[in-house]
């Protein structure tokens, strides 16, 4: 799965929970260049875990918040 800011897996999210399909999605935002298998494999972590942007507990890799908190600092 190619890179996606923090931002972005929040508007896949959103877009998702709100029923639009992984397509639209990507036609919402054309500019972007993403792929059609990284929106939906968010959007599949959104239905498993219920974030696209947290991890399960209990993982050993660093945890997404701290990383992503990193990266909005920059």
Known sequence: ME???YNDKLRV???HEQ???AKA???SYPDRGWK???V?????QVDRTGSA???NTGSRRQT???VCMRSLSL
């Open 3 to 5: 890179k996606l800011s």
């Open 13 to 15: 999210q959103t877009f």
């Open 19 to 21: 029923g639009l399909c």
């Open 25 to 27: 999605t990507i036609f």
């Open 36 to 38: 059609l298998s990284t």
């Open 40 to 44: 939906k494999k968010v959007c599949s």
């Open 53 to 55: 942007v947290l991890c």
């Open 64 to 66: 997404c918040h701290s």
